[in-house]
C-alpha cells in the first residue's frame, strides 16, 4: 500500500527557510490519479492546509502562505518537497505530507506520520 | 479563528451515538463537498469520510456523514473507547480559494 514519509530538519533558525521532503512508496507519484499536498498543524491546534502539486509540476498554495511557499516534485526520486521562506516562530508546528484524491472535492486519504518543525534561535 | 464551525468538545458513553457538527456558509460548505478527519492522540489524520457522505475504503459504518444547507454532520454510532479522538472537517471555500478545515472537536467516550 501506499506510504508518505516525511523528513528534514527539525529545528530552524527565525528568517530562514524550512525545507521538507516528502518520500512516496507503494505507487507512483507520476500515476497522474491524484495530488500531493502538504498540511501543518502548530502544538495544541487545528489543521491549515499549504498547498499542492501535481506530477506535471502544477501547484496551488494557500493565498495566505502563497508568497513564501514553494512546492515542487522530483518524479524520478518519488519525491515532493516543500520549502517555506522567511520563517517565525509563528511556523512552529507538525508538518504532515498527504496525497489529495479528486472526487467532488479535495479529500487527503493518505497521510504521512509528521515532522515536528520549531524555529527558534 | 476558523472559516468553519465545529464545538470545542463533545460526550457520550460508549455504545451510544454522538453527532459532531460543522457550520460553515455559501462560499464553502453550502456549495461544496464536506471531508471528515479522525485524530488520534499524537498520530496524523485519517479521512473517515469524503463527499459528504461517502466512506472510503476500510472505514465502518458506524461513521456516517451528511449534509444540509451550509451544514455538515459526522454521525458515530456504537461508541468505543478507541474512537476517542480530535475529528476534523473540510472543505472548500470558494470565496477564499482555500481548502479550510474546522477547528477540530475533541470526543471523549465517558
Known amino acids: 500500500q501506499v506510504q508518505l514519509q516525511e523528513s528534514g530538519p527539525g529545528l530552524v533558525k527565525p528568517s530562514q527557510t524550512l525545507s521538507l521532503t516528502c518520500t512516496v512508496s507503494g505507487g507512483s507519484i507520476s500515476s497522474g490519479d491524484y495530488y500531493w499536498s502538504w498540511i501543518r498543524q502548530p502544538p495544541g491546534k487545528g489543521l491549515e492546509w499549504i498547498g499542492y502539486?501535481?506530477?506535471?509540476?502544477?501547484?496551488y498554495y494557500n493565498p495566505s502562505l502563497k508568497s513564501r511557499v514553494t512546492i515542487s516534485v522530483d518524479t524520478s526520486k518519488n519525491q515532493f518537497s516543500l520549502k517555506l521562506s522567511s520563517v517565525t516562530a509563528a511556523d512552529t508546528a507538525v508538518y504532515y505530507c498527504?496525497?489529495?484524491?479528486?472526487?467532488?472535492?479535495?479529500?487527503?486519504?493518505?497521510w504521512g506520520q509528521g515532522t515536528m518543525v520549531t524555529v527558534s534561535s | 479563528q476558523s472559516v468553519l464551525t465545529q464545538p470545542p468538545s463533545v460526550s457520550a458513553a460508549p455504545g451510544q451515538k454522538v453527532t459532531i457538527s460543522c457550520s460553515g456558509s455559501?462560499?464553502?460548505?453550502?456549495?461544496?463537498?464536506v471531508s471528515w478527519y479522525q485524530q488520534l492522540p499524537g498520530t496524523a489524520p485519517k479521512l473517515l469520510i469524503y463527499?459528504?457522505?461517502k466512506r472510503p475504503s476500510g472505514i465502518p459504518d458506524r461513521f456516517s456523514g451528511s449534509k444540509s444547507g451550509t451544514s455538515a454532520t459526522l454521525g458515530i454510532t456504537g461508541l468505543q473507547t478507541g474512537d476517542e479522538a480530535d475529528y476534523y472537517c473540510g472543505t472548500w471555500d470558494s470565496s477564499l480559494s482555500v481548502l479550510v478545515f474546522g477547528g477540530g472537536t475533541k470526543l471523549t467516550v465517558l
Open positions: 463527499d459528504n457522505n
Open positions: 455559501s462560499s464553502n460548505i453550502g456549495n461544496n463537498y
Open positions: 502539486i501535481y506530477y506535471s509540476g502544477s501547484t
Open positions: 498527504a496525497r489529495v484524491m479528486v472526487a467532488g472535492t479535495i479529500a487527503f486519504d493518505i
